[in-house]
């Protein structure tokens, strides 16, 4: 037997992701139509100039710095963190890594065995990251009705029926990706009862936090601070996703766990890039101009968000307004009968049907852990040029192009309810909180 075959039987089970496949077919259409880039959710931002110029300025950096991260760097993050938010982290509870998303990983590779809890819809990468540390996932769905979100009892009705003996974790993550939707305070503390109550280990992603368009940002960990590890980054408020710098904060509760994470990430990354983490400390030390970048880069996005909703709503679909970060989660349900007539009966039949006739390329909600025949997919309103906002150039100009994606969407939709014999339920879904 060759080596290849050999391998092949002991390889992993792969799934082909919906997210290439629809990436794949959205380059293959657009030499010959306008393709609305509304599928992946990359920051339309710049990264700011004086912190490019500070990352330029350290690029003869070229030590291995230390595996749980530069202390210059750690006491900048805690310093950010309790003027943005009064939170009182030690730079002694900063674990920096290449990315939040490796850091998430190694919290799982942590532990021997652990069922992973996760809400459904949730980031892609959550459950094929527990699967490769060994662990079982459990999913807790979530409705339209509620939001898209869990509740206390969603979190006592799962850990009934598992182990008292086995560690569970839940990864929250709000706003969400990809639903848009955050949590309140109250609604944190009712759930930090359940969690604690079942001894419930918590991964609180909030990668898109600085970006909640309004109101005070909640923290689930301000209502259980033993048991929740907080997640953030670069690469969302600061657009700079490809200079992958994560942190976690871990509870100095939870020495242990974090000695084991730390001797994670020495047998993997190493430690986080020397000339980013270098920038990375500017770009926190310059609390003014950060919140500058961030006010004008929230109302954009939630001016982007309001534009699409309102559009999608107007024709029938169920959609929530967003509450920060670059997504909101359609549900097309109501146009169930009309598009079975079309022969589509799942969300990647759908995303990809959409694709072809009105150049939006959207994720199928099937992506993000729904049932394939759940009739719902992620809408990045991100296809616009943050620079341009940055200018100071109009609006009108700027959201023109996103605007003419929706209006293909919407256009379509309309079109389909109304010439099938089974037009979309619209008075149901008539106004949902455009706030
Ligand atoms: N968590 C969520 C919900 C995300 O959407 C992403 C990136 O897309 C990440 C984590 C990972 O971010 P990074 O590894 O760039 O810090």
Redesign the pocket.
């Known amino acids: 037997m060759s080596i290849e075959s050999f391998i092949h039987t002991h390889l992993r089970d792969s799934r082909e992701s919906e997210t290439l496949l629809i990436n794949q077919l959205s380059l293959s259409l657009e030499a010959d139509k306008t393709i609305y880039k509304v599928g992946f959710?990359q920051s339309p931002f710049p990264v700011p100039d004086h912190i490019v110029s500070a990352m330029a300025n350290a690029a003869h950096r070229k030590e291995y710095m230390a595996v749980q991260g530069d202390n210059t760097l750690r006491e900048a993050i805690c310093d950010f963190h309790a003027k943005h938010e009064s939170r009182t982290w030690q730079a002694d509870d900063i674990i920096v890594g290449t990315?939040?998303?490796?850091l998430?990983f190694c919290v799982m590779a942590s532990f021997l065995q652990a069922d992973v809890l996760l809400p459904a819809p949730g980031?892609v990468?959550y459950a094929p990251q527990a699967e490769l540390a060994g662990h079982k996932v459990h999913w807790l769905q979530s409705s339209f009705g509620n939001h898209w979100k869990i509740t206390g009892n969603d979190i006592n009705n799962t850990c009934t029926f598992l182990s008292p003996d086995k560690p569970k974790i839940l990864i929250l993550?709000y706003p969400?990706?990809p639903t848009g939707q955050t949590y309140s305070a109250e609604e944190l503390q009712e759930l930090a009862t359940a969690l604690q109550k079942h001894n419930v280990l918590v991964i609180a992603?909030e990668?898109?936090s600085f970006l909640t368009f309004e109101g005070v940002e909640a923290h689930l960990e301000d209502y259980y601070p033993q048991g929740v590890i907080t997640?953030s980054?670069?690469?969302?408020w600061c657009g700079a996703?490809g200079w992958?710098?994560?942190y976690l904060h871990v509870p100095a509760q939870l020495q242990a766990l974090k000695k084991r994470i730390v001797g994670v990430a020495s047998e993997t990354y190493s430690s986080a890039v020397a000339p980013v983490q270098v920038a990375t400390a500017e770009a926190y030390r310059q609390f003014s101009s950060a919140q500058h970048f961030l006010s004008i880069q929230k109302a954009a996005l939630q001016h982007a968000a309001r534009l699409t909703t309102t559009r999608l709503q107007a024709v029938g679909v169920k959609v929530h307004m967003s509450d920060g970060g670059f997504y909101l989660f359609p549900d097309f349900e109501p146009f169930r009968a009309a598009l079975k007539q079309k022969g589509i009966n799942t969300s990647a039949e759908f995303t990809e049907v959409v694709l072809r006739e009105t150049g939006v390329a959207l994720l199928p909600g099937t992506a993000f852990g729904m049932a394939p025949e759940h009739l719902s997919a992620r809408l990045a309103f991100v296809d616009f040029d943050g620079q341009a906002v940055l200018n100071g150039e109009d609006y009108s100009v700027v959201f023109d192009k996103l605007e003419a994606g929706v209006n293909s969407l919407a256009n379509w939709l309309q079109k389909l309810s109304e010439t099938t014999s089974a037009p979309a339920s619209i008075h149901a879904v008539a106004s949902y909180d455009v706030a």
């Open positions: 959710g990315g939040s998303k490796i998430i980031w990468s993550n969400s990706n992603d990668i898109y997640s980054g670069l690469s969302k996703g992958r710098l994560g």
